[in-house]
């Protein structure tokens, strides 16, 4: 704190003169615009950027320099050099991948960027004695930071201003409870107010900050959880390893055994390599990551962490928190029945409590706007609203001197349980009311007994507003076998009467969370067996999410304030409304910018259009690797050359994984995710692959008897060829269904190029692939509908043998 800021505070003016701005400023005025510049020309700001994405550089980089590049880039300049260019195709193929993948990232960056900025957290800053918001990235240390209920704390600081503070530092030190700070007491960054209001003076800015250290060590834009992913790589892992003995292998039999000359060993060797490499998979993920981050930017959801897209398709419990969720943010005050008859005075009393509260919750909102404060009332004490307590309070004086304290609250906690006003209160409850109890008290605000002997005033009743497409996004969940789970601080026949009149099953036995059993295992219990729960704490949402996961269950869990946090931080998969509370913003994965609940159900869509798709096509390039490994091994152990050139099989990688895998990718998929990607996609590419690199080898030895002469090993290749083409499309053809009109195009244009490949001259020189008289070719055939009968049997035994 600068000597200037410690001069002020506590007084209105610095220097014993009498401040000549008004006497409605705060006590501190903050920093000067001088000593804000003096300040940022020193660097002392707080420079880290808000990053939802990687830089360019890294998205360059990660696309260019991989291992599969690395390996297919040396084989590419080996056939350079020993030619012909139509066997280095592969590489041309690689280098479009690559730049496809470049494109698509910096599309979803771009997306996300922009939607980022929409979503940052902009504090509110005192500033020569104005109070403004400004963003995160403006604030120079020794910044005067005004904090309310649900900010998040964005620097290090000490407080200098405090009302009631509570801040809840639980997702940096673990601990629950929340603290109450006083003046000269230090706040880290990454923490969040749960109640009161105050303010801090900035001491560490930037990468010297607490969170800031933290956010250096694990990025926002991570893939590190993605099953998918990790999937992937280790699928990739394996075959890197298969890669290095069936190299030495492929070169030693064709150079030592066969005694070919070098550049003809060297050409089937990179034949032999290149089609174990599944390339594109890596890219297609990739890629259908990022238009799933495009097409979401367009509905205004912001995707914090990439692996959020997947995790919420494979989520089977979405926790709903109702308001801001299935109700509208703001409320409406629809009655107010007294219990002593003076209507007036209560008025006044609500009207003083709503101006007692710098920033009211929606309830108060709609109070404060239906009794506004008169003036001649003042508060001398406030005892700010909390999710834990479920009540506010305020010491007033009234205009004509008289001195009272009052509770503003949850009925059902403030009276006790024999009270005959709370059946009154469960009767406005049913019909899906919100109502809230005004009651005085003899006590002080800050004695912890204050709600146990209150004399009732009044009930405050209010009206929520629904949202109206909540309905038709719970049904969505309904179908898609996602249970919903409505959990809420309010009463719970008021959340039950709420998610009944939206249609959601089991919303007529709401459970009254305070009845609900501590222990995790029991919990669970009635967690699977209910649907809505009222009167559920902060730390109660937390340990309902552990106890749902404890299930077996994904959890996802949707909210706007600042009681969701430690929930959304727990949860799976944490949703946000871009109106919340900065803290649930920032711990969320997913923020829906347009505050729309119906948003969800596209995200669900796209995570199952992601992993669904790439299941299909991660089959199909495995497929291929199975098939090439087998037929390096094969024609090791007879001894006899590798039937392919590189150029054969870049043409049939093009025509039956390729073009075809671009477009399964990209295609609408509803089948809900589910776990062992690996084990899956092996279960049908080991079996397909086996089947596929028989029938070609097959082919290959009937040829090798059939055909003599010095044109024999072309011809035996194009034999060969046919076969593997006909046997992969046909494994296209399975992983396409269920067929739709484009998908059977898909399949028949691949069957289609391959045929102008077959009769256009120039094609059969280029691809070195000629059919010889029609005993062979046709042979040729026959192998392949042997295959694919096998396939047929294969995957059906299969589907019926691990139905899922």
């Known amino acids: 704190m600068t000597d200037r800021a410690r001069a002020e505070v506590g007084r209105p003016g610095s220097g014993g003169e009498p401040d000549r701005r008004t006497a409605r400023l705060p006590v501190n005025p903050g920093l000067s615009g001088a000593e804000v510049a003096e300040r940022v020309a020193r660097g002392e700001v707080n420079d880290i950027p808000v990053r939802s994405s990687r830089s360019t550089v890294d998205i360059v980089r990660a696309n260019v320099f991989t291992r599969f590049n690395a390996i297919i880039g040396v084989l590419f300049v080996i056939i350079l050099i020993v030619g012909p260019l139509q066997d280095g195709l592969f590489g041309f193929v690689i280098v479009a991948n690559t730049g496809i993948g470049i494109v698509q990232e910096l599309r979803a960056k771009k997306t996300l960027d922009n939607l980022a900025v929409i979503g940052e957290a902009r504090p509110t800053v005192r500033r020569d004695g104005v109070a403004a918001e400004i963003p995160t990235s403006a604030v120079v240390l020794d910044d005067l930071i005004e904090l309310g209920p649900g900010d998040k704390v964005v620097v290090d600081g000490e407080v200098l201003e405090s009302d009631s503070l509570e801040i809840d530092e639980s997702l940096l030190t673990g601990e629950a409870d929340p603290v109450v700070k006083k003046p000269g007491q230090p706040v880290m960054s990454g923490s969040f107010v749960v109640a009161g209001s105050g303010a801090f003076s900035a001491t560490k800015v930037g990468r010297e900050a607490y969170a800031a250290q933290l956010a250096e060590e694990a990025s926002r834009f991570t893939l590190v959880h993605s099953e998918l992913r990790s999937g992937i790589s280790q699928i990739l892992k394996y075959v890197t390893w298969m890669m290095i003995p069936t190299a030495l292998g492929l070169i030693l039999t064709h150079l030592l055994t066969l005694g070919l000359p070098g550049d003809e060993a060297v050409r ?91 920033r009211p919750n929606a309830s108060l909102r709609a109070i404060v706007d239906a009794y506004p404060a008169d003036g001649g009332w003042s508060c001398t004490r406030s005892l700010p609203f909390s999710s834990g307590r479920k009540y506010s309070g305020a010491c007033l004086t009234a205009p004509d001197g008289a001195h009272t304290a009052w509770l503003l609250g949850a009925p059902d906690v403030l009276l006790p349980p024999d009270d005959h006003r709370l059946r009154e209160v469960d009767a406005l409850n049913a019909q899906g009311l919100r109502v809230l109890l005004l009651a005085r008290t003899e006590r002080a605000l800050d004695d912890p007994g204050v709600a146990g002997d209150v004399r009732p005033a009044a009930l405050v009743v209010l009206e929520q507003r629904l949202r109206p497409d909540a309905p038709d996004t719970l049904r969505y969940f309904a179908d898609q076998d996602v249970q919903a789970k409505v959990i809420s601080g309010d009463n719970a026949v008021s959340v039950g009467a709420v998610a009944g009149k939206l249609g959601l099953p089991g919303a007529d036995a709401p459970v009254d969370a305070r009845g609900l059993p501590a222990e995790r295992d029991a919990m669970a219990v009635a967690l699977d067996e209910g649907a809505v729960f009222g009167r559920v704490t902060p730390r109660q949402k937390r340990d309902m999410v552990a106890a749902l996961q404890s299930r077996g269950h994904n959890v996802a869990m949707t909210g706007d304030g600042v009681n969701d946090v430690l929930a959304l931080k727990d949860a799976d998969i944490g949703v946000a409304m871009g109106s919340g509370s900065e803290a649930t913003r920032a711990v969320a994965q997913i923020v829906l910018l347009n505050n729309s609940f119906a948003t969800l159900p596209s995200v669900v869509a796209e995570g199952r259009r992601v992993i669904g798709n790439i299941t299909r096509v991660a089959t199909l390039f495995l497929t291929k690797t199975v098939y090439s490994v087998l037929l390096a091994i094969l024609v090791a152990c007879w001894q006899i050359p590798y039937p392919y050139l590189p150029r054969h099989l870049t043409l049939l990688s093009t025509l039956t994984i390729g073009v075809p895998a671009f477009f399964l990718a990209l295609a609408p998929n509803k089948e809900r995710a589910r776990p062992h990607f690996v084990r899956r996609v092996m279960r049908y590419a080991v079996p397909s692959g086996l089947i596929t690199g028989l029938a070609a080898f097959a082919t290959y030895l009937l040829a090798r008897s059939y055909y003599t002469g010095p044109g024999a090993l072309s011809a035996e290749t194009s034999a060969a060829t046919l076969t593997l083409f006909l046997t992969a499309i046909w494994v296209l053809a399975i992983i396409a269904r269920p067929y739709t009109w484009w998908r059977i195009a898909l399949v028949l244009a691949m069957g289609l190029g391959f045929l102008v490949v077959l009769v256009t001259p120039w094609l059969q020189d280029f691809f070195d692939l000629r059919l010889v008289g029609s005993t062979m070719p046709w042979a040729a055939v026959g192998v392949a509908a042997v295959a694919a009968v096998l396939l047929e049997v294969t995957w059906r035994w299969l589907g019926r043998r691990f139905r899922a």
């Open 268 to 358: 089937r060797m990179v034949a032999g390599i290149v089609p174990m490499i599944p390339e594109g998979l890596v890219l297609l993920t990739s890629v259908a990551f990022a238009i799933g981050v495009v097409r979401l930017g367009r509905r205004q959801c912001l995707v914090q962490e990439l692996p959020a897209i997947e995790g919420l398709a494979r989520v089977d419990v979405v926790c709903l928190d109702k308001t801001g969720t299935l109700t509208e943010g703001g409320m409406d005050v629809s009655a107010l029945r007294t219990f002593d008859g003076d209507e007036e005075y209560v008025r006044q009393v609500l009207g003083a409590l709503g101006a007692s509260d710098p």
